[in-house]
């Protein structure tokens, strides 16, 4: 018998499931998916991110590019706000993709995103992705000086309204490319890092600084961020349908995938079988997220006490959470490791923790700074 050695690449994983390869790379997926006038919409990336309306920004159905439905936006100064630290770090520096579909119905300039603060301070100046008054696409940011794609130079194409126009910029080290349907508008050289805007929030529709200046005046469709990754470096067709919403088994092969947050197991392909069911890091002194997977929000109890909120509910009420914390005090500070907190209270969609601290009775009644939590199940 002549047995041969079994290379990695002749394994194979069967299904046709489609999906996204850089789907857990993916930090914003706005669809905008719903009833004609609604005021609410989902993040279907796994951030979960909230997103917040102002004034008379709502769904639309009189136009979209996928889905039967977008965002409209009447130029008045209405936008979104999606509220989440990740921004800091999704956009401020590496490699990354932003993009989305947009219509314009006057002949007006309107911005699609930006995180930029107070015209006045360099830290907080962040980025603007707009349409100008002469109807070409520009984005600038700031990274120690003011740095631009498509502004005086560049194919500076003209946008036409009632027209939907694919819109991308991407980072690929210190490349940075500006593209239109597909065609590169523009292409800049720079190393530096972008400052963080408003920190935690991103704005769709107009500048945050200045909500009347430059608002957006039509629809906006399947807006998708993607960190660590520049999706489009040359020439490309853009999307013909809707932005995907999982990994599926896009490779149908095993994959060695250094940056997954997640395993694909069985032939179903489309649900991920994550390591931990739900994590959260969160100051627990005023509940402020700093990053999370599957949870919602967080309810304070007072003196260490919390209710993690899932996004979606467990299969049911038998999981494990481990965790830690780190607190002070003027005087004091401490750091506590423990293999399991203790549980209060556990349902399928929630779980009450007491987070424990040190057994000194001057640290008794002082939230810890930084609490971590993770949950285990099936």
């Known amino acids: 018998m002549n047995l041969q050695k079994l290379r990695l690449g002749q394994l194979k994983a069967a299904g046709t499931t489609v999906g996204d390869v850089y789907f857990p790379q993916t930090t914003l997926l706005l669809p905008f998916d719903g009833a004609n006038g609604a005021t609410t919409t989902s993040d279907s990336s796994n951030k979960n991110g909230t997103v917040s309306f102002t004034g008379n920004t709502s769904i639309s159905t009189v136009q979209s590019k996928f889905g039967g439905s ?4 009447d130029g008045s100064g209405d936008y979104l ?10 956009l401020s520096s590496g490699d990354f993709t932003m993009e989305c579909w947009a219509r314009w119905d006057t002949n007006q300039s309107g911005t699609l995103m930006s995180n930029r603060g107070n015209s006045g301070n360099n830290t907080a100046n962040g980025f603007v992705f707009y349409r100008t008054s002469s109807s070409t696409i520009v984005m600038y940011w700031y990274a120690g000086g003011w740095n631009y794609l498509n502004n005086t130079q560049g194919t500076r194409t003209t946008i036409t309204e009632n ?10 080290g210190s490349t940075w490319k500006l593209f239109l349907n597909g ?95 739900a994590w959260v890091e969160f100051d627990g002194s005023g509940i402020t997220i700093n990053a999370s997977y599957n949870v919602s929000s967080i309810t304070d109890h007072g003196n260490r006490d919390y209710t993690i909120n899932f996004s979606t509910a467990m ?6 959470i481990v965790g830690s914390n780190i607190g002070q005090t003027s005087s004091f500070s ?45």
């Open 70 to 73: 977008s965002m409209y936006f």
């Open 81 to 90: 706000q999606v509220i989440d630290t990740y921004w800091n770090s999704a």
């Open 163 to 172: 027209v939907w126009y694919h819109i991308a910029v991407t980072r690929s």
């Open 183 to 277: 065609t590169a508008e523009d292409t800049v050289t720079s190393s530096g890092n972008m400052t963080n805007g408003v920190h935690g929030s991103l704005a769709i529709g107009i500048i945050p600084y200045s909500p009347t200046y430059n608002p957006m005046a039509g629809w906006i469709d399947d807006v998708r961020v993607t960190k660590g990754v520049a999706r489009y470096t040359s020439n490309f067709t853009p999307p013909t349908t809707a932005h995907l919403t999982s990994a599926g088994d896009v490779n149908k092969q095993i994959i060695v995938n250094s940056a997954a947050d997640g395993v694909a197991i069985g032939t179903g392909g489309i649900n991920q079988a994550r390591i931990s069911k």
């Open 315 to 320: 299969a049911d009420a038998y999981y494990s």
């Open 334 to 378: 401490w750091s506590v490791v423990t293999a399991a907190y203790p549980v209060t209270a556990k349902t399928a969609s929630a779980a009450r923790i007491n987070v424990p601290h040190i057994n000194d009775s001057s640290l008794y009644g002082n939230d810890a700074n930084t609490v971590n939590v993770i949950v285990f199940g099936n």
